[in-house]
T-cell receptor, first 117, second 115 residues
């Protein structure tokens, strides 16, 4: 069963507007962490934001915020005031708790964002 | 602080050959993970090393192996290369051992092309 689902393969957004990237996940582990990464065409994976399963508040990091709805198992990324440099692939990932999981991340298929001037 | 360094950036190999990729983690990080990224399969976990021990392994054939040295640097090896091994190989390091809130920091990757 797919653990991380990103249903939007690609999307356009106008510069300076906000965009929401969808991510749903599936796990039976009560302890887990959700991450969003950005991958420009250069290939590097850039960490954006983290949300823990026990966190009471939605995470925010500058222009990035995470809309965490635990009951619906969704962790959508919101990018406010889009910039041309935001054009990239965006990946949602999950790490389940427990020693056996270690630092293994399970990734979604990604969403390609293109910011139009 | 230097980031995760992967060498080489690009490799072209022939089917049947073997290849070794190198990863130097961020200073102080003891966990190193490897991921394969292809257009068809996306990002897939290969294995993770922590304190020179393989802690976790993904669903890849035995041709894929790795190791970690005492300075936390890691290498992965792919033997008997196949065309399907063409991919971007990403290495990631993390400070914590098992902290779910500790982000993985990735290198720029090694793009392997098998002809």
């Amino acid at each position: 069963a797919q653990k991380i689902t990103q249903t939007q393969p690609g999307m356009f957004v106008q510069e300076k507007e906000a965009v929401t990237l969808d991510c749903t996940y599936d796990t039976s582990d009560p302890s887990y962490g959700l991450f969003w990464y950005k991958q420009p065409s250069s290939g590097e994976m850039i960490f954006l934001i983290y949300q823990g399963s026990y966190d009471q508040q939605n995470a925010t990091e500058g222009r990035y915020s995470l809309n965490f709805q635990k009951a619906r198992k969704s962790a959508n990324l919101v990018i406010s005031a889009s910039q041309l440099g935001d054009s990239a692939m965006y990946f949602c990932a999950m790490r389940e708790g427990g020693i056996a999981a270690g630092n293994k991340l399970t990734f979604g298929g990604g969403t390609r964002v293109l910011v139009k001037p | 602080k230097a980031g995760v360094t992967q060498t080489p950036r690009y490799l072209i190999k022939t089917r049947g050959q073997q290849v070794t990729l190198s990863c130097s983690p961020i200073s102080g990080h003891r966990s190193v993970s490897w991921y394969q990224q292809t257009p068809g399969q996306g990002l897939q976990f290969l294995f993770e090393y922590f304190s020179e021990t393989q802690r976790n392994k993904g669903n890849f054939p035995g041709r894929f192996s790795g190791r970690q040295f005492s300075n936390s640097r890691s290498e992965m090896n792919v033997s008997t290369l196949e065309l399907g091994d063409s991919a971007l190989y990403l290495c990631a390091s993390s400070l914590e051992g098992t902290g779910i809130n500790s982000p993985l920091h990735f290198g720029n990757g090694t793009r392997l092309t098998v002809t």
